[in-house]
């Protein structure tokens, strides 16, 4: 059973068909698109103007992506550079802090072993008084 549109044209028999006699029908390759142009119904002059608006349209589109993903390309870039030079910073950093600490650090030792007597002193000691 088909049904008439606004135009006046037959809809539901072909769905893929426009009001003005293009028609679309599926194939294989989903990228591949088919179109039959139907001479009897509607101004092709429109309809190729309509379809040149629309790869305007869309050659726009894809000028916008392109640039978008140029800039988007550049600033990955810089932000590697930027993160480049900050694991050199902390590699550099690090090695300093170990020289430090290898020339430092029997002294540092020293002090720790200490401090640890002086505690346990101290804890015996108010251990003993508490106890009187």
């Known amino acids: ?7 006046g044209n037959f ?19 989903p990228d591949e698109i088919q179109l039959r142009i139907d001479p009897i119904h509607g101004d092709l ?4 103007s309509g379809l040149h608006s629309k790869i305007s349209r869309l ?11 140029k800039f988007q390309n550049d600033f990955i ?16 950093n690090v090695r300093r802090l170990n020289r430090s600490i290898i020339q430092q650090g029997s002294n540092h030792l020293i002090h ?4 640890a007597l002086f ?14």
């Not at 059973?1 to 135009?7: I, Q, S």
């Not at 050659?59 to 993903?69: C, L």
């Not at 720790?112 to 401090?115: D, K």
């Open 11 to 29: 809809y539901g028999a072909d769905p893929y068909r426009s009001r003005e006699g293009l028609s679309t029908r599926a194939v294989s390759n």
């Open 1 to 7: 059973m088909a049904n008439l549109n606004k135009g």
């Open 112 to 115: 720790v072993v200490m401090f």
């Open 77 to 92: 870039s810089q932000l590697q550079m930027t993160m480049i030079k900050a694991q050199a910073g902390v590699k550099n």
């Open 45 to 48: 002059d429109e309809e190729i």
């Open 119 to 132: 505690c346990f002193f101290v804890v015996y000691l108010w251990a003993k008084m508490s106890r009187r």
């Open 59 to 69: 050659k726009n589109v894809a000028q916008e992506i392109e640039s978008e993903a």
